[in-house]
């Protein structure tokens, strides 16, 4: 299927209605899950909301600055090259490409990139980065073109790098397949709604702790202080379940640490002033140990709803995956599908993409997106599977080892299964011409016996077994003479019986009869009975 060429702008309201409804070649590594600007999750909710994120005017700036980089390097490129290339938007069904610039001929495709200086030192030792590359192979995927001109610039001659990219079908295979999974995932995908950064409220401040003494306490606002931690105690959440609690509540674990320390230093320069203020001390002693008591309790709450809500998410996103596998089980009979599932449904993978996420959004997206990596490598295992079933024949004798063979690639499968049958073919056919050349032997060993064993028998007994056997042919060409004559018997009846309206007529008249229809026809087998 040859791509269908689209007239529109970039940014414009047809072409962002056009990208609502493609899934578009700048959209691949974000679907792959390898996208560092956006999350799979992200993904799946903007195609099925059709909601984007509002972009900041910096970022608005950055994209300017990169179109603007992008038509300067076109130009360069074109001088270079001494061909134009067109800015064009092109798809295939669902799949499609906003192309910076492609030749009229199609064969060559430019990709450009505003200049950064990780990016630049990949392009200058001619490596492209994995998220940039799903981009180039999804182009390749839709226009047809032989490659992809990828450069990374400011727009000048003095600072750019370009790296030609060619077709790579392991990556169209997992761009498919990827896209495959993701139209799959959206079917069901129920959006949810995360906060971009979660901010903590605001916490309730304490007044400033103000101790003089002077051999006893001259100035203190202490008892207000008490009452206003007391309150701020009380209040502090230890239920935390959305991302928004866990913010507040390392903040407030922060601040319980910081009036900790505060209050120490107010009792040490008490401690400074007099020699012994009780009361004063006690106070101050139980205040801090009521909330660092708070603190501890809250850090522990924090480090365990965190690990607990980590452990739901990694809990129904391996459910996800076994449901997948015994779905996919149904089908295989002749093998154990999730044993040979083994290998890409350990759970270890989703503890691995959960690491280091600290937000419930991030530990969703990471969970999702590694639960659609691996229902892709399960499906191409079925694929590979079903296909493979294909090549066998209805007896299995031969494959008593199938589930360890059976995920071979398809052409060394059949090829195996070709050779096992041809091997076997050859032996049963070495088997049939031993069992006929035994047999033979056998016969012509009991006939050079049985003639030794005449040849040892007396004359008078050879005179009669001889004179036998004359009989034995006389006897034999009696029965064939009888045989023909009851045929000739039966074959002049069915005649006669042909003939019995005629009585006594001339044979004149026979065959006048017999012209005229007025015999019945009769069919005789001279090999035998009709």
Known sequence: MKAVVHQLSQGTELWNQFRSTHYGASEAAAMLGISPYM???????????????????????????????EAAARLLLEEDMQEDFYPVT????????????????????????????????????????????????????VTGAERVIFMCSD?????????????????????????????RDLETFQPKEFADKTEPEAIMQLPALSIQIRGEVTVSNLPQ????????????????????????AEATVKFCDET????????????????????????????????????????????????????????????????????????FKQCDFVLLAQNFISRQFLESACKNK???ASLHDSADTEVAAIKIKLNELARIIRKN????????????????????????????????????KR???????????????????????ESIRIESLPTDIKSVLADEKKQLNILKIKSAEDIQDDHRKKVVKKALDALENLGNASLYEIVEAIADGKVKPIYIDFCGEQ
Not at 106 to 126: C, D
Request: charged share 35%; proline share 1%.
């Open 39 to 69: 999350r799979r999750n992200e993904l799946l909710q903007l195609k099925a909301t059709g909601k984007s994120k509002d972009h900041s005017d910096y970022t608005k700036k950055i994209f300017q600055d990169g179109h603007d980089a």
């Open 90 to 141: 092109c798809s295939k069904d669902k799949l499609s490409a906003s192309i910076d610039g492609l030749t009229m001929d199609g064969s060559t495709a430019f990709e450009h990139k505003l200049l950064s200086n990780g990016l630049f030192e990949s392009v200058v030792s001619q490596q492209v980065p994995d998220h940039y590359m799903a981009q180039c192979q999804q182009i390749l995927m």
């Open 389 to 424: 079933l294909t090549h066998l024949p209805e007896d299995l004798s031969l494959f008593r080892d199938l589930q360890s063979i059976i995920t071979k690639p398809e052409d060394d499968f059949k090829l195996l299964v070709e050779s096992r049958m041809a091997d076997q």
């Open 260 to 331: 900790e320390r505060k209050l120490e230093a107010a009792k040490q320069s008490a401690i400074g002033q007099t020699a012994s203020i009780d009361e004063l001390m006690r106070t101050i002693d139980h205040i801090k140990d009521q909330i660092r008591s708070k603190r501890l309790t809250l850090e522990k709450s924090v480090k365990n709803e965190k690990e607990n809500r980590k452990k739901e998410i990694i809990d129904n996103a391996h459910t996800i995956i076994r449901n997948h596998v015994e779905e996919l089980r149904k089908e």
């Open 427 to 449: 032996k049963e056919e070495e088997a049939k011409e031993r069992a006929i050349a035994e047999a033979t032997e056998r016969m012509k060993k009991i006939k050079e016996e």
């Open 225 to 248: 202080f008490k009452v206003a931690a007391d309150t701020f105690i009380a209040n502090i959440k230890t239920n935390l379940q959305t991302d928004e609690d866990f913010a507040n």
């Open 358 to 360: 600290r937000t419930i």
């Open 155 to 183: 727009g000048t001659r003095e600072k750019r790098a370009s790296v030609e990219v060619i077709k790579d079908q392991s990556w169209f295979d997992r761009i498919t397949a990827g896209w495959d999974q993701f139209t």
